[in-house]
């Protein structure tokens, strides 16, 4: 077979146009119930196609005035589909690479932010989950927690006339490569993060209360232990707090990565109750930009937002107590993410693996507990 295949970017270019195209996947359904890509269909016949058995994939129906895309693992299951499908007179591709490959897909929505002057783009991993903010202002920009190619921001700010002069992460993180440092030294910019000890490379450290100037904006950091002890937000003009993996717009940050033991995970869950109590004491109004989503991301330039009074009330069944929080944040943790100690040795070290970073990064978000 011949050009029976599309790539990541050709595949991500034609969402982002809405154009017409199907997107089936042939994984596993509970697969694909928590890890897909926006808007696509499944198809559980993945075993099925490995056994010789093309009746599913024969029998499902399909438009036949759009492409379809069909989707696996890591794209060569998928082509077995195509195949079948090309049998019938379908123009049908498998997406090289698979879901591994689709990890790495983003997509940007801008965010309105009444009270400040500022732009802000959220710039979204679509299979990931990941959510990461440039911000510009001035003529300058800053970047909170980069997790796509740093080229993307680099170009983004090109785009708006920025320069990328501030670089933060919220935390040391265990889902997500984080690109700051590769951002740092391809921009220039200053590379921030919480105090701590535990990374292993130069950085300008924040502590609660420190301010960053970005144009004529201002970013205010708030100490917020719980999800990592070193955890903090970025408070943009007094109007949009930018979390991290503190809290989400329907969860807040599980307190067991990387945790010692149990007796370190729970006092990280009473760390992260009071650090909600400090969130909850500013304006109803203000907006929760957190650095994570449990959701495909559609190619729809919605951010994912939420105003605090909102994102507060979401996981007000948590507990009101701070013992009822605690025993409830403990009891309702979900799987452990299968390379996050692999992600967190390099994002401790400063370093970048020499392989392709879907190999570890692959795989549903699970920083949230709701």
């Given at each position: 077979?011949k050009n029976?295949t599309i790539?990541?970017?050709?595949?991500?270019?034609?969402?982002d146009r809405?154009?017409?195209?199907?997107v089936i996947?042939?994984r596993f359904a509970?697969q694909?119930?928590?890890w897909?890509?926006?808007g696509?269909?499944n198809?559980?016949?993945?075993?099925?196609?490995?056994?010789g058995?093309?009746?599913?994939?024969?029998s499902?129906?399909?438009?036949?005035?759009?492409?379809?895309?069909a989707?696996c693992?890591v794209?060569?299951t998928?082509l077995?589909?195509?195949?079948?499908?090309?049998?019938r007179?379908?123009?049908?591709?498998?997406l090289?690479?698979?879901?591994q490959a689709?990890s790495?897909a983003?997509?940007?929505a801008?965010?309105?932010v009444?009270g400040s002057?500022?732009t802000?783009?959220?710039?979204r991993?679509?299979g990931?989950g990941?959510?990461s903010?440039?911000?510009?202002?001035?003529?300058?920009?800053?970047?909170?927690?980069?997790?796509?190619?740093p080229?993307v921001?680099?170009?983004?700010a090109?785009?708006?006339?920025?320069?990328?002069t501030?670089?933060?992460?919220t935390?040391?993180?265990a889902d997500?490569?984080?690109r700051?440092r590769?951002?740092?030294?391809?921009?220039?910019a200053?590379q921030?993060?919480?105090?701590?000890?535990?990374?292993?490379?130069?950085?300008?450290?924040?502590?609660?209360?420190?301010?960053i100037?970005v144009g004529?904006?201002r970013l205010r950091v708030?100490?917020?232990?719980?999800?990592?002890f070193e955890?903090?937000?970025?408070?943009?003009?007094?109007?949009?707090?930018?979390?991290?993996?503190t809290?989400?717009?329907?969860?807040?940050?599980?307190?067991?990565?990387?945790?010692g033991?149990?007796t370190?995970?729970?006092?990280?869950a009473?760390a992260?109750?009071g650090?909600l109590?400090?969130?909850?004491?500013?304006?109803?109004e203000?907006?929760v930009?957190s650095?994570?989503?449990s959701?495909p991301?559609?190619f729809?330039?919605r951010?994912?937002?939420a105003?605090?009074?909102e994102?507060?009330?979401?996981?007000?069944?948590l507990?009101?107590?701070e013992?009822?929080f605690?025993k409830?944040?403990l009891?309702?943790?979900?799987?452990?993410?299968?390379?996050?100690?692999?992600?967190v040795?390099?994002?401790?070290?400063?370093?970048?693996p020499p392989?392709?970073?879907a190999?570890l990064e692959?795989?549903?978000n699970?920083?949230?507990?709701?």
């Amino acid at each position: 077979m011949k050009n029976v295949t599309i790539t990541v970017s050709d595949l991500r270019d034609m969402l982002d146009r809405g154009d017409p195209v199907t997107v089936i996947d042939i994984r596993f359904a509970e697969q694909h119930a928590e890890w897909t890509i926006p808007g696509s269909r499944n198809v559980d016949v993945y075993e099925a196609l490995q056994m010789g058995d093309t009746r599913g994939i024969d029998s499902v129906t399909l438009p036949a005035d759009r492409p379809v895309v069909a989707v696996c693992n890591v794209g060569r299951t998928s082509l077995l589909a195509v195949d079948r499908l090309r049998r019938r007179g379908l123009d049908a591709r498998s997406l090289e690479g698979g879901m591994q490959a689709w990890s790495l897909a983003w997509n940007v929505a801008p965010v309105a932010v009444p009270g400040s002057s500022a732009t802000v783009l959220q710039v979204r991993r679509t299979g990931k989950g990941c959510l990461s903010y440039l911000i510009g202002a001035g003529g300058e920009a800053a970047v909170i927690d980069p997790s796509v190619d740093p080229d993307v921001y680099a170009e983004l700010a090109k785009q708006h006339g920025w320069r990328i002069t501030v670089i933060l992460d919220t935390h040391v993180h265990a889902d997500h490569l984080s690109r700051a440092r590769v951002l740092a030294e391809l921009t220039g910019a200053t590379q921030y993060l919480p105090d701590q000890q535990r990374v292993k490379f130069p950085f300008t450290a924040l502590r609660d209360g420190d301010e960053i100037a970005v144009g004529g904006s201002r970013l205010r950091v708030l100490s917020t232990p719980g999800h990592t002890f070193e955890s903090a937000c970025y408070l943009l003009d007094g109007a949009a707090l930018f979390t991290g993996d503190t809290l989400f717009v329907n969860a807040v940050g599980r307190p067991d990565l990387k945790a010692g033991d149990r007796t370190e995970a729970t006092k990280r869950a009473h760390a992260l109750w009071g650090s909600l109590q400090k969130i909850a004491a500013l304006p109803s109004e203000t907006l929760v930009l957190s650095c994570h989503t449990s959701e495909p991301i559609p190619f729809d330039r919605r951010a994912v937002v939420a105003p605090l009074a909102e994102a507060l009330k979401a996981v007000a069944a948590l507990g009101g107590t701070e013992k009822q929080f605690v025993k409830a944040i403990l009891g309702r943790i979900p799987a452990t993410p299968p390379n996050h100690l692999y992600i967190v040795g390099f994002n401790e070290n400063g370093e970048f693996p020499p392989f392709d970073p879907a190999m570890l990064e692959a795989g549903a978000n699970r920083c949230a507990v709701a």
